[in-house]
Structure formats: structure tokens, C-alpha cells
């Protein structure tokens, strides 16, 4: 179990107030919070021992190198990936993704080869792999939900042809919350000899990850979802497909050796990663990830679980006749995120709303339109957990719901400006 008093002391903005009330912040699943170990951590580098990183023989760089470098192998232990070396630093999950769709789809796919997606994706997953598809002549595939919100299994393996080569696939949705089987897709994919690119966006900072035990090809995620700085994500690929990867930004640090006619690429993970990194941005990431395994993924799991089990509780107990969830209606199926529309009140009224109350959620299309049109929905508001949340919280935000939908027909007149950059 979390240790939620405690947690809550390590976070300096929870102490904030919002329109007069203590913040509730259900925000997690656009970005977390950072303790004060990270921010320490970012400062203390700053402080300490600024430098660029591979580039100099004085103590300063040397000591930044070596702070550096060790957050690769923190993050390599975090996930069990087989080496450090398959930790990619990238600016966050979008990035990775771009990564893996532009340096190996674009070099590895051809005319009439196949990539399949799902209704699910987030635009960062779908995006990248519907331009590369147009540029290489591959087709896309779109794997349907369930009505109950999962994948759609069974379509995905009547799919599957021995012209697909990629499965690219979110493995938890930021819409849903659904966590998707990834060894299950794994399995259909690889019997056709297709690669699998996982979203891990809303999967790493909330399940734990195992890359061998999961059996998956490249994940994507992004560090300010899980305690760390923004500007900074992770890809993980294992090394047999990374050496298939063509570094698609180049530049300093990416290379052993270059002359006029002839480039001798870096080894990995440096190929990659070109330019001056973002230094201060990996060691708060690495200090970040120490802070996960000390409250350990699997207690994060569990707190997912009963805060979201006591939301959809409440929705069933309380709110039942205004309120449409969005995604299984079994917890243990989700991360903790729970979606939802107030009916006949648009959802930036809600979160609007909710604001008044210090209450903190994301509305709008959450960067998944086309799951969105296959509800038939618009938009969506989206309350998401993390570590320093609480059941009273919840408890709070219930009590506020039941007082907007008592005024639904006041707020329905009220016009809120959309300040979401159509996302
Ligand atoms: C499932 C999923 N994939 C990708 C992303 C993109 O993450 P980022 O904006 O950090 O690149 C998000 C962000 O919300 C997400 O939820």
C-alpha cells in the first residue's frame, strides 16, 4: 500500500490553493506533479556541476557525463530492458514515436505492406504512421474496440496477413483507461513476423513494466507522466530492431567518425541522440524513477485500482441517471483514468466547473478524435489519478459533480471559452 500522508509531504504544489479551495489535481494523465527530489535534483545540477556532456576532459564535464549516463541505466533497470544501451532519450512518448516511425518505417516499409492501429490511438500514435504510410505506398488497418471497451482481439487476428509489418499500439488508453494485453498482441503480431511499437504513454508510469517479459519491439513513454521533468521521454527498443532504425536527426555526438565521403554512425544509444541532450532533464528523470521504485509500480497499481473502483462506485450509486463512463466498467481492467460526459452539458462546462471547486480534470477530444467519433462523442472530461491522490478527493469531487448536475440547466447557458488548442 502507498503511503499517501507521506507522498503528499514530498510534493510542494499540493499545498496550493485554487479558486479559494485546496487543489485537487486529477490532471495526471496530461502530467504529474514532481517531488521535491526531482526538483532538487534538476537544481542541484544546475548548481553543481553544470557542463556539456562528452565533450570535455575537465572534472565538470567529466562528473555531468557520468551523472548523465547513469540515469540510462536507471531507466534500463526500471523497465528490465536487456541493456542501457536500448534506452533512447528523446523529448518525450510523441518524439519516440516519430522515432520509430520515420528512422524504421520509412527506410523498411514498402508499397502494399501493412500497418495496423487501433481506434484507440492518441494522434501521436496514429499520426506519424499515417503520413510514413503515404510516403512508402503501406496501407493502414484500423483494429476496432469492444463494446465494453477493450481491444477488439479477435479482429486483430482476423487482420494480421503475412503483409503486416507493424502493430503499433497504445497499452493503456488515455482515453479508456484500458489496459491492453501487449504479450496477446505480441503474439498475433510476431507469428507474421510484424514488429510491435508500443504507446507506453499512460502504461509505464502505471503498470509495472517488464519489456522482456512483455515480448514487445519498441515502447515510447514520456517522463513528465511519471514525476519527472517535461522535455524529456524514453525510447526503448530491443537492440536487433534498433540496429534497424536509421538515426533521422543528425549531428554532433551522433557519430564515431565523419569525412567528406564517408559517416561512421555512434554506437547505440549515442546515434540517436543528437545535439547537446537535455541534460538536467534525464538525471531529474533518473531521480524520478528511484522515486517510483521506492513507492514500487505495484503499490501505484493498486492505488489506481481502488481509487478508480470508488469513482465508478459512486458514478453507479450516485450520479447513474446523469452520467455516461466512458470505458469497462471494471477497475481492475483500467489505469487510473475515468472519462465520462454529463449529459446535455458540454465537457468544458464540467471541468470548467469543477475548477470553481479547486478540482483539476482534462476536457476535450484528449488528443483521440477518432475514438471519440466511435462513441459518438465530441469530447470527453477526464479525471486522472496518481500516488497523492485520495478517496476523500474523490469524495470531494463526487459532492461537486452532484452540485453541477442540480445546475445543469443554468451551466448549459453559460459559455465557456475553449481554450484547448483543438485537442
Ligand atoms: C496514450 C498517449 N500517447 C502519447 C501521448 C503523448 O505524450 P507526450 O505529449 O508527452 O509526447 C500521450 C499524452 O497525453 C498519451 O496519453
Not at 500497418?115 to 496501407?139: D, F
Request: aromatic fraction near 8%; charged fraction near 25%; charge should be negative.
Amino acid at each position: 500500500m502507498l503511503n499517501v500522508v507521506a507522498i503528499r509531504e514530498d510534493f510542494p504544489i499540493l499545498k496550493r490553493e485554487v479558486n479559494g479551495r485546496p487543489l485537487i489535481y486529477f490532471d495526471n494523465a496530461a502530467t504529474t506533479h514532481k517531488p521535491i527530489q526531482v526538483i532538487d535534483a534538476i537544481v542541484r545540477f544546475y548548481k553543481e556541476f553544470n557542463s556539456n556532456v562528452h565533450r570535455g576532459m575537465h572534472t565538470l564535464s567529466q562528473e555531468a557525463s557520468e551523472l548523465y549516463e547513469e540515469a540510462f541505466s536507471v531507466v534500463a533497470k526500471f523497465i528490465n530492458a536487456y541493456s542501457w544501451e536500448e534506452v533512447i532519450e528523446v523529448k518525450n512518448a510523441t518524439d519516440g514515436l516519430n522515432m520509430v516511425a520515420w528512422g524504421w518505417g520509412l527506410f523498411n516499409l514498402r508499397p502494399g505492406d501493412e500497418i495496423i492501429l487501433t481506434v484507440v490511438e492518441h494522434h501521436s500514435n496514429m499520426l506519424p504512421w499515417r503520413i510514413v504510410a503515404e510516403k512508402t505506398g503501406a496501407k493502414i488497418k484500423y483494429v476496432d474496440i469492444t463494446d465494453d471497451g477493450d481491444i477488439n482481439y479477435d479482429q486483430l487476428e482476423e487482420v494480421v496477413s503475412e503483409r503486416t509489418r507493424v502493430v503499433a499500439i497504445t497499452m493503456a488508453s488515455n482515453v479508456l483507461g484500458t489496459i491492453v494485453d501487449v504479450k496477446r498482441i505480441c503474439k498475433i503480431a510476431h507469428s507474421v513476423g510484424a514488429i510491435v511499437v508500443g504507446d507506453g504513454a499512460q502504461y509505464v508510469p502505471h503498470v509495472p513494466t517488464d519489456v522482456r517479459d512483455l515480448g514487445i519491439d519498441f515502447i515510447a513513454f514520456s517522463g513528465h507522466k511519471m514525476l519527472g521533468p517535461t522535455g524529456i521521454g524514453i525510447l526503448w527498443g530491443r537492440r536487433d530492431v534498433l540496429e534497424d532504425v536509421k538515426p533521422f536527426r543528425v549531428g554532433g555526438d551522433t557519430i564515431k567518425d565523419v569525412t567528406l565521403d564517408s559517416i561512421e554512425w555512434h554506437d547505440l544509444p549515442w546515434r540517436f541522440i543528437a545535439g547537446t541532450p537535455h541534460i538536467a532533464g534525464m538525471i531529474g528523470f533518473a531521480e524520478a524513477v528511484k522515486y517510483l521504485m521506492r513507492v514500487g509500480v505495484e503499490n501505484v497499481r493498486q492505488h489506481d485500482i481502488e481509487l478508480t473502483e470508488y469513482t465508478l462506485k459512486k458514478f453507479e450509486e450516485e450520479l447513474k441517471e446523469y452520467i455516461v463512463v466512458l470505458g469497462p466498467l471494471d477497475a481492475k481492467k483500467r489505469t487510473g483514468i475515468v472519462s465520462f460526459n454529463v449529459q446535455n452539458l458540454h465537457h468544458h462546462v464540467v471541468a470548467k466547473s469543477l475548477d470553481s471547486f479547486g478540482i483539476a480534470v482534462r476536457s476535450g477530444g484528449h488528443c483521440a478524435h477518432p475514438l471519440h467519433y466511435r462513441l459518438g462523442f465530441k469530447g470527453s472530461v477526464r479525471a486522472s489519478y496518481y500516488i497523492y491522490n485520495t478517496v476523500e478527493e474523490v469524495e470531494t469531487f463526487i459532492s461537486a459533480l452532484k452540485i453541477i448536475v442540480t445546475l445543469r440547466d443554468i451551466l448549459s447557458r453559460q459559455l465557456v471559452e475553449d481554450r484547448c488548442t483543438g485537442t
